[in-house]
């Protein structure tokens, strides 16, 4: 199915490819966890995800993939390498310890702005990253699987900390690892008989001088959101990534992008890919009828200024098509609504860039009593 009905995006899976899975001659090709090797020459030094290539807003997942040989073998084999741009910042011919000693670093200069008991909760992240991919490895036997996972961390550290409507957010991972001596699920002989757990988790830090907007209730949802899909991950398939990034902190309005990836076999993994919205005013889940007034016919409006915002990114497709992503597909924060990228990129289809509604493009929907809507409030915290 080319489309779908719920909120389905990419989070991409990404693979270091060694000689198991390609020609000699294409052994040291590297998907550098920006997106697709055939979608395009990607840089390292780009940063949240956006890709060189035709694919614009791709979030990847760090440290997906490891031994799984067999996934797409013959698509990762087909095509790019890095630019030669790229190739002196993080070069593909590195030892699992050196770039042990580089994620060190580079995680230590990230951690920079962080106070003390962030950059400690940093330091305690990477250790368990450590050792999970340490007995991840181990298990499957693939001498390529530590550094894959090493270049997959190492290529995200930049985006791992970031700023939100004035705070400042850092990263930490949830790992786990299970193992058994013949396939549970009587899948794939072949294989190596593990499931492995990914989440990357947002945390704000909190200097003495202001409250953290995660504190409290909101905290607790988004967590229920997370805790409800990690519970499944051994029934989801060999591997359940889960990255969990912040996109509104202001006065008014929490929003967080859950971006999922289960594979559990076969040609690609299957992605979901959710929003989480929350009224900080009631200290609930944002509604639709917190935003648009009754009998405004807001979905029609919103539908027709997306399909047009799309431009040729939209040809193709019907009203119902897209009109999941005006209903259930959208993040509010202080300047509007973002209507989220989606669509499977690891399927190779192009994906729909992000679309950014500002409140004075939603007027005619909203209504009189939404807060935080003018420009002058805008951005608050």
Same mark, same amino acid.
């Given at each position: 199915?080319?489309?779908?009905?719920?909120?389905?995006?990419?989070?991409?899976?990404?693979?270091?490819?060694?000689?198991?899975?390609?020609?000699?001659?294409?052994?040291?090709?590297?998907?550098?966890?920006?997106?697709? !090797?055939?979608?395009?020459?990607?840089?390292?030094?780009?940063?949240?995800?956006?890709?060189?290539?035709?694919?614009?807003?791709?979030?990847?997942?760090?440290?997906?993939? %490891?031994?799984?040989?067999?996934?797409?073998?013959?698509?990762?084999?087909?095509?790019?390498?890095? #630019?030669?741009?790229?190739?002196?910042?993080?070069?593909?011919?590195?030892?699992? /310890?050196?770039?042990?000693?580089?994620?060190?670093?580079?995680?230590?200069?990230? *951690?920079?702005?962080?106070?003390? %008991? @962030?950059?400690?909760?940093?330091?305690?992240?990477?250790?368990?990253?450590?050792?999970?991919?340490? %007995?991840?490895?181990?298990?499957?036997?693939?001498?390529?699987?530590?550094?894959?996972?090493?270049?997959?961390?190492?290529?995200?550290?930049? $985006?791992?900390?970031?700023?939100?409507?004035?705070?400042?957010?850092?990263? #930490?991972?949830?790992?786990?690892?299970?193992?058994?001596?013949?396939?549970?699920?009587?899948?794939?002989?072949?294989?190596?008989?593990?499931? $492995?757990?990914? +989440?990357?988790? !947002?945390?704000?830090?909190? /200097?003495?001088?202001?409250?953290?907007?995660?504190?409290?209730?909101?905290?607790?949802?988004? @967590?229920? =959101?997370?805790?409800?899909?990690?519970?499944?991950?051994?029934? @989801?398939?060999? #591997?359940?990534?889960?990255?969990?990034?912040?996109?509104?902190?202001?006065?008014?309005?929490?929003?967080?992008?859950?971006?999922?990836?289960?594979?559990?076999?076969?040609?690609?993994?299957?992605?979901?890919?959710?929003?989480?919205?929350?009224?900080?005013?009631?200290?609930?889940?944002?509604?639709?009828?917190?935003?648009?007034?009754? %009998?405004?016919?807001?979905?029609?409006?919103?539908?027709?200024?997306?399909?047009?915002?799309?431009?040729?990114?939209?040809?193709?497709?019907?009203?119902?098509?897209? @009109?999941?992503?005006?209903?259930?597909?959208?993040?509010?924060?202080?300047?509007?609504?973002?209507?989220?990228?989606? =669509?499977?990129?690891?399927?190779? *289809? *192009?994906?729909? !860039?992000?679309? +950014?509604?500002?409140?004075?493009?939603?007027? /005619?929907?909203?209504?009189?009593?939404?807060?935080?809507? =003018?420009?002058?409030?805008?951005?608050?915290?």
């Amino acid at each position: 199915m080319r489309r779908s009905k719920s909120p389905v995006l990419a989070a991409v899976m990404v693979r270091y490819v060694s000689a198991t899975a390609c020609p000699l001659s294409e052994e040291k090709l590297v998907d550098t966890g920006l997106g697709w !090797p055939w979608a395009g020459v990607w840089s390292m030094q780009a940063r949240r995800g956006v890709a060189t290539g035709r694919w614009p807003a791709t979030r990847y997942l760090p440290g997906i993939g %490891g031994c799984r040989r067999g996934l797409l073998a013959g698509l990762l084999c087909s095509a790019a390498t890095l #630019t030669d741009a790229a190739a002196p910042q993080i070069p593909v011919n590195l030892t699992a /310890p050196q770039l042990r000693v580089r994620i060190d670093d580079a995680s230590a200069a990230a *951690a920079k702005p962080l106070s003390q %008991g @962030a950059r400690a909760g940093r330091e305690r992240s990477l250790a368990r990253f450590y050792e999970a991919t340490a %007995g991840l490895c181990g298990v499957a036997g693939d001498k390529t699987c530590l550094q894959n996972e090493y270049y997959n961390y190492l290529a995200h550290i930049p $985006d791992s900390v970031y700023r939100v409507d004035g705070h400042v957010v850092y990263e #930490t991972g949830v790992y786990g690892l299970l193992w058994a001596d013949d396939s549970l699920q009587q899948q794939d002989p072949e294989r190596p008989f593990t499931w $492995d757990l990914r +989440v990357t988790w !947002p945390r704000v830090d909190e /200097p003495a001088d202001r409250s953290n907007p995660m504190s409290g209730p909101v905290g607790y949802a988004l @967590a229920e =959101e997370a805790h409800a899909r990690m519970s499944g991950w051994v029934k @989801a398939g060999w #591997t359940l990534a889960l990255d969990v990034r912040l996109e509104g902190l202001g006065s008014c309005y929490i929003s967080a992008r859950m971006t999922s990836l289960a594979y559990g076999g076969g040609a690609h993994p299957y992605e979901l890919f959710e929003v989480f919205n929350w009224l900080r005013s009631a200290n609930r889940r944002l509604t639709h009828a917190d935003l648009f007034h009754d %009998g405004s016919n807001w979905q029609r409006g919103i539908l027709s200024l997306y399909r047009q915002r799309l431009g040729a990114s939209a040809d193709g497709l019907s009203d119902d098509d897209l @009109a999941p992503w005006v209903d259930h597909g959208y993040l509010v924060t202080s300047s509007g609504i973002t209507l989220i990228s989606h =669509e499977g990129l690891s399927r190779a *289809a *192009a994906g729909l !860039p992000d679309v +950014v509604l500002t409140w004075a493009d939603l007027r /005619p929907w909203l209504s009189a009593s939404v807060p935080c809507t =003018e420009p002058s409030r805008a951005g608050g915290s």
